[in-house]
């Protein structure tokens, strides 16, 4: 990960893999018959064999309830999932969907720490990277979106207002646009309830507006993006 914080990144990336070292499917689980063979679910059931990139991506995007114990399929592909989170992968919020449903926030201190971890330091390598595998736009929706809140993300990026920083600011602003002139959120996978998805939307405009009034992002929040 050859880019500023690059070193972070990979040490938060090895520090997940050494939290869910081991882990499994329950010997029990059998999972959705129709979406996942046999031998899929054999694989997820057997702790440390290496996964199919496309099996790790759907354990993640499918509905949790495609599972008999939806958290511990994801803390099986947990070590691969980081991964393919931080090199890019297609609709990283329908990925972060299956962390929030799996309830991450509430596991041991050292699985959620490693989580929480990631998080961070993809978020922040995102915000000091010209030209990030994918824009800073969707890692923020996906970190969102796996934390239930936008709070730690503004904070972050306000203390990232670097000119790179800036510019995926403006950048998201205008593929914000929509949304910003609406009551819809850009949050397509929010795991919780309409209310609590508004509240987050709402949080991230009434930001964005004072961003806008201390001339961060001047060519793009104006008169055509009012106030919330």
């Known amino acids: 990960m050859n880019s500023p914080g690059g070193d972070v990144l990979d040490a938060a990336v090895a520090r997940v893999a050494k939290a869910f070292g081991g882990m499994a499917a329950r010997a029990d689980e059998t999972g959705c018959g129709r979406c996942f063979d ?9 702790p440390d064999v290496p996964l199919p990139a ?3 991506r759907r354990v993640a995007q ?3 309830f495609h599972w008999d114990d939806q958290p511990a399929m ?3 592909v ?9 090199e890019g992968a297609a609709e990283p919020d329908l990925l972060a969907r299956g962390l929030a449903a799996a309830g991450w926030s509430g596991w041991p201190g050292e699985q959620a720490g490693a989580v929480a971890g990631f998080l961070e330091a993809w978020w922040t390598q995102t915000l ?6 994918i824009s800073a736009c969707a890692v923020f929706e996906s970190c969102v979106t796996a934390s239930s809140s936008v709070t730690p993300w503004l904070v972050r990026w306000e203390a990232e207002m670097s000119p790179v920083a800036r510019r995926h600011l403006a950048d998201s602003v205008g593929r914000w646009r929509e949304e910003l002139m609406s009551d819809d959120s850009p949050f397509t996978w929010w795991w919780g309830t309409e209310a609590e998805e508004g509240a987050a939307w709402h949080e991230v405009k009434t930001w964005l507006a004072g ?4 001339a961060v992002v001047p060519e793009r929040l104006g008169p055509d993006c009012p106030e919330p």
């Open 38 to 46: 046999a031998g899929e679910v054999e694989l997820l059931r057997t």
């Open 54 to 56: 496309d099996l790790v």
């Open 62 to 64: 499918k509905d949790p």
């Open 74 to 76: 994801i803390r099986r």
């Open 78 to 86: 947990l070590p691969q999932l980081v991964v393919v989170l931080a």
């Open 128 to 133: 000091r990277t010209q030209s990030p595998p």
């Open 211 to 214: 961003q806008a009034r201390s």
